[in-house]
């Protein structure tokens, strides 16, 4: 039901741009995001969109100010916009959607507020 894309190969500096289509019940979903994991350690938490009521938007501390997260509604899709990416991003991209009710933000970022998970993408910056 997700179908994460746009994943490869940059050199540090440069941008990516990716995608993570929804089909289905696209309409129960009220948030979607990104998480990554690098080579022999844990996911983490990389940027996340809400938009339940109002529009609600959390990113990581590591990605704040290079990655921007947007949605267009008309494509069920999820866009994370990379710029100045960093050998250090350099990871698999995994996209996330919830169902149900809306969740403050300090859950977004929390793997388990999410139900429905994309394959992922690999990323990888040169330096």
């Known amino acids: 039901q997700l179908q994460a894309s746009g994943g490869g190969l940059v050199q540090a500096g440069g941008s990516l741009r990716l995608s993570c289509a929804a089909s289905?019940?696209?309409?129960?979903?009220?948030?979607v995001g990104w998480f990554r994991q690098f080579l022999g350690k844990e996911r983490e938490f990389v940027a996340a969109?809400?938009?339940?009521?109002?529009?609600?938007?959390r990113y990581a501390d590591s990605v704040k100010g290079r990655f921007t997260i947007s949605r267009d509604r008309a494509k069920s899709t999820v866009y994370l916009q990379m710029a100045s990416l960093k050998p250090e991003d350099t990871a698999i991209y995994y996209c996330?959607?919830?169902?149900?009710?809306?969740?403050?933000?300090?859950?977004?970022?929390?793997?388990?507020?999410?139900?429905?998970w994309g394959q992922g993408t690999p990323v990888t910056v040169s330096s």
């Open positions: 289905g019940r696209t309409f129960d979903y009220s948030t």
């Open positions: 969109i809400n938009w339940s009521g109002m529009i609600t938007y």
């Open positions: 996330a959607a919830r169902r149900g009710p809306r969740i403050i933000s300090s859950l977004m970022s929390t793997e388990t507020s999410y139900d429905y």
